[in-house]
């Protein structure tokens, strides 16, 4: 006998209540979201191509042989820029260009430092003030340049001891009468060896060597200190290898190179983003600083990489030629690695690793790369 009725059929067909409604939908609805998520890591759990870079703007190289001055590159004729100022010895002057190509500082260390500004490569040569003797005694020497929106030059200076000295830094404008003008920022006596300016000129990069003593093996640490003269912080720091070779800097200052038994790849606050033991120099950062191309592995085998710091993305790709390098850069808009090796100049897109073979008989050093159109590159 059937007690329910038709009543009682009806509440069991009835609707359900708003509460558990609500709950059911919840969970369909975080099951099609696992759903989704589980699909899209899948998808991205793979290996992704990068995105292609743009043709590069036009840009001029600027090739140093001596006390000569030539502009070489892509779609441009060789020619003869400039001669090097008369009284300048030009085969113990380091030539900096300026990153926007408006200007160039000469550095030499015969009997100390000495600076000029080249606003043009025909000169004339612009002197720079020398520090003061309230700043202490020379001689001083030049260590590292940074320049400020491109164009402004910033340089760190030392003297007296190598791995205690005293230190400065100058920042060096024109004024409408010509003549250099100097802002000199003493850093005191500093607890290390001063190895590079920060891209901001707000920092500088100590080395402290600290000798095996008993039990303990030497130690190399890296501080970066500011100019205010806040607490240093520890960015690197190595056990029982070889001092840093070298120390390079991302243009915006968060990513730093360290170059020691291969290359050390980290943000400035001492997180690691890439340790690569056969990686060597020479090693480049883009103009904004979003990637670092870089060398790893053996002679007849070169990679040459680059690292996409936002999402740490790396892709390898051999050399052009085979041979090592002796310079690699990037053009100015960040589009294009610039690789020189023997004499051949290469284009190569830093995505897909195609080479336009640009010139085939560079002769001496590159000097720098700037946009067409500056007073380096006209």
Known sequence: MDVSGPSARARRRAPLPGGLAALVLLLAMALIGTVLLTVYLLRTSTRQAAPSSPSPAPYRVLVRRGDTLDMDGAGVAPRRLAVLPAGIAAATTD???????????????????????LPTPEGPPLPLPAPSTALGAGPW?????????????????????????????????????HQVRAIWTPLGVLDGQPLSLSPKATALALLETRPASGDFESQYVLRLQRLDGSRPKVTWRAVGAQPPTALLWAPDGGTLVVVNQGLAIQKSGGRAVRHVKDGMLPVSFSP?????????????????????????????????????????????????????????LWQIGPDNGVAIRLAGSIQGLVAGVAPAGTPFTR
């Open 141 to 177: 020497r030049f260590i590292s340049v940074t320049w400020k929106n491109g164009r402004i030059p910033s340089v760190l200076l030392a003297a007296g001891d190598r791995r205690a000295p005293r230190a400065v830094v100058g920042r060096f404008t024109i004024d409408p009468r």
């Open 95 to 117: 030539f900096h260009l300026g990153p926007a190509g408006n200007e160039a500082l000469l550095v030499s260390e015969v009997g100390g430092f000495h600076g000029w500004i």
């Open 288 to 344: 904004n600083g979003d990637s670092v191309a870089y060398l790893s592995g053996t002679p007849g085998t070169r990679q040459i990489h680059v690292l996409r710091l936002h999402g740490e993305y790396d892709h390898s790709f051999p050399s052009p030629d085979g041979a090592n390098p002796r310079w690699l850069g990037w053009t100015p808009d960040g589009h294009a690695l610039i690789y020189l090796t023997g004499t051949a």
